[in-house]
């Protein structure tokens, strides 16, 4: 049985539509919060089960039979070092031999604020003695292309990212990473770090998506507190601080990489900013 926490997450269900390419429905566990959300997985013979990551006495029920368990990073900033250490102590207790984890790029390394619960999960598992797998994922080409319809209705992209370079990558690629990596051999205890094959700057997106839409959008790059106050009008102060934070690291090169393990691990090369920003130009939510 192949288990994927936070299941019903927009990572999870595209982990789990490359499993079922793969391996029959009935060997997947969908580990969720809230079952009745996972309705239309269990629909395909998905198995579903509660797992909430901040009640641990439903996680060890949650990965009994477990042969392979992918721990998806939680969403509360603040609250992701005890969530994740609940899940990694479930899956020792359940008799787990492998956890694969979804992590941050460089993240051993990384000056990101959002690194540093990523780094006591890294450390934690890895001295559980369990059989590990750290996905040290780049940054998504989903967090900066759903700007486009606020950028095309300000004609412009604002940022703290300077000259950085985005080593990103989409959403659909590093799920295919992590169903390779959970169905494939000789993945026990590596660090995988996971970027795109083409690295580029904010400005670059903002040329992108003016030749594509025909409309003139720049980028203009603002100071990491400026930008931390906009976010603010409408995130909480805790991912607006994250966000802006990591920025700012971009900048300095925190989210670049140029390892290609990620294209290699996939067998094929990684979306392309242009495909991505077609892809989010389709998108019903870039027509809002």
């Known amino acids: ?11 999870g269900q595209l ?8 391996t029959e429905a009935g060997k997947i566990v969908a580990a969720v919060r809230t079952p009745a959300k996972a309705a239309h997985l269990a629909a395909q013979g998905v198995v579903v089960r509660e797992a909430d990551y901040s009640r641990p006495e439903t996680l060890a029920a949650a990965f009994q039979g477990a042969t392979r368990l992918l721990l998806i990073s939680g969403n509360e900033i603040g609250q992701r070092e005890p969530q994740h250490k609940a ?3 479930a899956a020792k207790a359940a008799g787990v031999p492998f956890v694969a984890y979804t992590s941050l790029l460089h993240c051993d390394t990384s000056p990101m604020v959002l690194a540093r619960e990523h780094l006591v999960t890294e ?5 559980s003695g369990l059989a590990y797998c750290l996905l040290r994922n780049g940054w998504y080409f989903e967090n900066q292309t759903a700007a486009i319809p606020a950028a095309l209705a300000q004609g412009a992209f604002v940022g703290a990212s300077g000259e950085g370079r985005f080593a990103a990558a989409s959403r659909a690629d590093y799920a295919a990473a992590a169903a390779e990596v959970l169905t494939g051999s000789g993945y026990e205890n590596r660090v995988l770090e996971l970027g795109g094959d083409a690295p580029y700057t904010r400005a670059e997106l903002a040329a992108e998506v003016s ?7 720049a980028y203009r790059n603002l100071s990491e507190a400026e930008y931390r106050a906009i976010l603010s009008n ?32 996939l067998g094929r090369p990684t979306t392309t900013l242009a495909e991505a920003v077609a892809s989010a130009l389709r998108a019903p939510v870039a027509s809002h």
């Open 234 to 265: 409408f995130l909480p102060a805790a991912l607006a601080e994250a966000i802006a934070d990591s920025e700012a690291h971009a900048a300095q090169g925190a989210l670049d990489d140029d390892s290609h393990t990620l294209s290699r691990l």
């Open 15 to 22: 982990v789990i539509a490359e499993l079922l390419k793969r």
């Open 1 to 11: 049985m192949i288990v994927i926490t936070g299941a019903t997450g927009q990572l």
């Open 211 to 217: 030749r594509q839409t025909g409309k003139e959008i």
């Open 123 to 127: 450390q934690y598992l890895a001295s």
């Open 87 to 89: 899940v990694i102590d």
